[in-house]
Each structure stands twice: as structure tokens, then as C-alpha cells.
């Protein structure tokens, strides 16, 4: 059973960065379409970024385009999501996926239901 980690989250001030981290035990996310989710107070989770199995395509839901990215650490078998330029409305519980062995065609990306394995979310609060 694949297990995904997430690590990095926390209290950082508007204006700052951060990087997240999402870690799989049992399994790998070489080789997989990986994405960021994520879920802001009274609302539904959202897509904000994903990642290809193969050739690094990428894609960045609108609100996430100029400030996060998205990639892999092959050596630390790590996927992260860089954020940029903190605003207080980033704040939200991050959430990595991981499709597993199935691949998700481009246009199906930004579904949370095309996902197999979910870790269990880290908080991000920005303050303001």
C-alpha cells in the first residue's frame, strides 16, 4: 500500500515562499502523474498543479500559474510544489496525489477522482 507524506507546511508571513514536499512509502512517484491539491477553510478542495509521469509536462490551475511549481527530486524520490509570493488567501490545507499506476490523460489532470493515493494534507497558513 502506497503511503504518500507530506512535510514543509506551516505559518509564514504574506510575501514569503515555501516548499512542500510529498514523500511515498511503499511505492514510488517515478514513473506516475502526480498533482497539489488543496483546501482552503469553508471550501472544497481544489486542483492547483500537476506533473506528468513522463516529459514534465505540466499543469497549473489559473490562480497558481505565476506563483507555485511544480516538480520532482529523483534523487530524494520527493514530488514538491514551490510557492512564491505568499498571499493570505494560499492558506489551506495541501494535500499531494499520486495516480499510481494508471495514467491520467492531460485533460483529466485537474480531477481529484483520477487520483489513487492521497496523503493526508499539511496546513499552510499565510499571515497577513
Known amino acids: 500500500q502506497v503511503q504518500l507524506v507530506e512535510s514543509g507546511g506551516g505559518l509564514v508571513q504574506a510575501g514569503g515562499s515555501l516548499r512542500l514536499s510529498c514523500a511515498a512509502s511503499?511505492?514510488?512517484?517515478?514513473?506516475?502523474?502526480v498533482a497539489w491539491f488543496r483546501q482552503a477553510p469553508g471550501k472544497e478542495r481544489e486542483f492547483v498543479a500537476a506533473?506528468?509521469?513522463?516529459?514534465?509536462?505540466?499543469v497549473y490551475a489559473d490562480s497558481a500559474k505565476s506563483r507555485f511549481t511544480i516538480s520532482r527530486d529523483t534523487a530524494k524520490k520527493t514530488m514538491n510544489l514551490q510557492i512564491n509570493s505568499l498571499k493570505s488567501e494560499d492558506t489551506a490545507i495541501y494535500y499531494c496525489?499520486?495516480?499510481?499506476?494508471?495514467?491520467?490523460?492531460?485533460?483529466?489532470?485537474?480531477?481529484?477522482?483520477?487520483?489513487?493515493?492521497w496523503g493526508q494534507g499539511i496546513q499552510v497558513t499565510v499571515s497577513s
Open positions: 496525489a499520486s495516480s499510481g499506476n494508471s495514467r491520467i490523460i492531460l485533460s483529466a489532470l485537474r480531477e481529484a477522482r483520477m487520483y489513487l493515493y
Open positions: 506533473l506528468r509521469r513522463s516529459g514534465g509536462t505540466t
Open positions: 511503499g511505492g514510488s512517484l517515478s514513473g506516475y502523474d
